[in-house]
Nanobody, 116 residues
């Protein structure tokens, strides 16, 4: 059974930091591209950051220079370090694991709220 379990969300003031974690089980983690997406109320889910199985990263323009994605293939965990948070970063953050042949999986989401 595949599980992606996010943690680390919460309430933080603008300018603060949070570190999200996503622990994966039931997949051969190291071959998956791992990403973070977010969805704010009334908006579509959007890509925040992604790290390929080859450690190539890509970020949404809105978070470049503030967020950093990383992965630990021993702990089967992907992280999102979020610094200089803004109220517009408020959303539910979802972890995704994807592989062109093995499929795509989502976590249940973790709420991040940034107060002004």
């Amino acid at each position: 059974q595949v599980q992606l379990v996010e943690s680390g969300g919460g309430l933080v003031q603008a300018g603060g930091s949070l570190r999200l974690s996503c622990a994966a089980s039931g997949i051969f983690f190291r071959v998956y591209d791992m990403g973070w997406y977010r969805q704010a109320p009334g908006k579509q889910r959007e890509l925040v950051a992604i790290m390929s199985s080859g450690d190539v990263t890509n970020y949404a323009d809105s978070v470049k220079g503030r967020f950093t994605i990383s992965r630990d293939n021993v702990k089967n965990t992907v992280y999102l370090q979020m610094n200089s948070l803004k109220p517009e970063d408020t959303a539910v953050y979802y972890c995704q694991g994807s592989h062109k042949s093995l499929g795509t999986y989502w976590g249940q989401g973790t709420q991040v709220t940034v107060s002004s």
